[in-house]
């Protein structure tokens, strides 16, 4: 897979999920190749920076956009309680890639009693349902994708042996849902003819794209951290392709995508030569954190 995949106006979405090895069948996990290690791909600083602009992409199919914006659990609502929210998203991530299987199963466990009050009602324009498997692996397409593309504009493409373990090792984004392992496009061949596929979908109606913009704008978070507003409608703006700018109108010139890249390139230098600790960062924090809530037997939400 590379990071510029660009729609087709003649894709038809499959009707069934992307095939797949059938040696993955039956299993959990997609197999990972022995000894990877996926804390060196890792960029906290590039998932804050990126995190938004993967937001507007995974909310830009319709069941997901209305699924989150109307969410009826309120205690993890972005809207509501943005801090708490990023929490638990950070943490999901941690343990969908550093996590062990145990602690990937009790957190799915813990995310499905949320995920299984969150289904569309009668009246509503799109119908949805948060535990859906197919909804998922678009979210879980669209974290993998902001991963490749975090590390290709931070630090430039990877090995090819180093970037289909990556690949298999990313499909965890989905298992440690709902998405079964057979659903993961088989490599990253198929998972570009997945992605370009599933772009046909992306659809953003007025209401999801003013719940986008007041999150890009930061007007669920309190009034002081506001002030960064400016610098996350550029950066978000700089991560997204052009598809999801035109779904939400947002301009984007040579100019600025010239100063996105110089500013990509040189926080990658910086982050190469800070310690794994730091580069991690808040990864690792979410992932202590998690492995403290289950020692005491506190809630993991």
């Not at 914006?69 to 609502?77: A, Q």
């Not at 929210?85 to 949320?114: D, H, I, P, S």
């Not at 392992?181 to 003013?210: G, K, T």
Request: net charge positive; glycine share 6%.
């Amino acid at each position: 897979m590379t990071s510029q995949v660009e729609p087709s106006s003649t894709a038809v979405l499959p009707a069934s999920p992307p095939p797949t090895s059938p040696s993955v069948r039956g299993r959990r996990d997609v197999p990972v190749p022995a000894g990877f290690d996926i804390r060196p791909h890792l960029s906290g600083l590039g998932a804050n920076l990126a995190g938004p602009a993967n937001v507007i992409m995974q909310l830009a199919w319709p069941g997901v956009g209305h699924g989150v914006m109307n969410s009826r659990v309120h205690d993890g609502s972005a809207m509501k309680r943005p801090i708490k929210r990023a929490r638990t998203t950070f943490t999901y991530l941690a343990v969908a890639m550093l996590g062990t299987e145990a602690e990937r199963t009790a957190f799915r466990k813990a995310v499905n009693g949320q995920h299984a009050q969150v289904y569309s009602r009668e009246g509503e324009p799109v119908e949805y349902r948060a535990m859906d498997p197919r909804l998922q692996t678009w979210v879980a397409a669209c974290l993998y994708y902001g991963t490749v593309d975090i590390i290709e504009k931070m630090h430039g493409p990877l090995p090819e042996a180093e970037a289909d373990a990556l690949y298999a090792h990313c499909a965890r984004f989905g298992t440690t849902l709902q998405m079964p392992a057979e659903a993961w496009p088989a490599d990253r061949d198929a998972f570009a003819r997945y992605w370009e596929q599933s772009l046909a979908e992306v659809a953003v109606d007025p209401d999801v794209a003013a719940f986008l913009i007041t999150l890009t704008t930061l007007q669920n978070f309190p009034r002081p951290l506001r002030l960064a507003a400016p610098f996350v409608v550029f950066v978000t703006t700089g991560f997204l392709p052009p598809l999801f700018r035109e779904a939400l109108d947002l301009p984007w010139s040579a100019r600025q995508q010239a100063r996105f890249e110089r500013l990509l390139r040189a926080l990658g230098a910086v982050e190469r030569r800070c310690p794994r600790a730091l580069r991690i960062f808040p990864f690792n924090l979410w992932l202590t954190d998690l492995r403290i809530r289950r020692r005491l037997g506190r809630p993991l939400l």
